[in-house]
């Protein structure tokens, strides 16, 4: 029998271990001495909605919310991702009853937590068995197409919670600042998988961006179109040593897309894969948009200032640039 492990979204960070290979973020996993993915190795993944209304929401509009992000995230192309709903269930989005199940909870007691996932895993080969999401009805929620001032829109939220399921982290391409009640506002955001939601009311989040689709290429890309993208890896360092938990991000000039990336060993390598071939302007900032543990655990070094490569870095079509070395300077 194999041992199994699991965990929720709000502790995550603590199995996303450090490896030095993958960026955005995968769940790594630890199998003695090498990190796994966490991954659905089946496909299509089934899934139940829990039967429940949500404030604002009917398990209708609900059930059709979740269809439509199982579908957005289907279409990134070259993709095995596959979703297949199952109907209604009373099973709660919670505890492991060999469903995935996603429905509204209260959680009163999470206040700043719109929704969270938790998985199921394979300890062996960090394969996933089973995931559910919650909805918290602390919140006011909405289905409208065009949203709705003051409420959250579920599409967005489902979305993001999916790419959760999948095996996705937290990405930091984003910019926030933080106001005075507590917590942060999101000036923008390049990524679905952002950690902080928009302003209620907003939809943009949608719709997926590079970095959420180049994620989902890396973790499920169909052998034969994997070689089709390139990566960029290098090192980041400072006074000559590793920084640890820098965020690395490749533009394209040519596409205007942002994917990023994270230096997740001591000696500071990184590698950001599933790239679009071609030329890129490689910019490092400290993670400094967002809690921290919002995205690793460990010494994440936030004391640098950005810092770009010293020229434009080729991602090459099936194969990796060479290894880039880009020098911080202490704040
Ligand atoms: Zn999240």
Redesign the pocket.
Known sequence: MTRVVAFA?VVVTALAHPAPALAYLKFGFRIGDRTVDVRWSMAPVPYFVNERDGPGVTSAEFRDAVAGAAVTWQAVAGTTIGFQYQGFTVAPPAGMDGRNTLGFLDRPDLDRVLGSTSLLLDAATGSLIEADVFFNTRFPWSAAPQGVPGRVDIASVVL??FG?FLGLG?SAIGETERIATGGRRVLGSGAV?F?IALTPGSVSDRTLQADDTAAAMDLYAVEADRGETGSIRGRVVKHGRGVFGAHVVAFNPATGSLVGGFTLSADGQFVIAALVPGPYIIRVEPLDDADVESFLSGEVDVDFKVAYAPRMVVAPRGGSSGDVAITVEPK
């Open positions: 979204m993001h919670e959760h937290h998988m950690p």
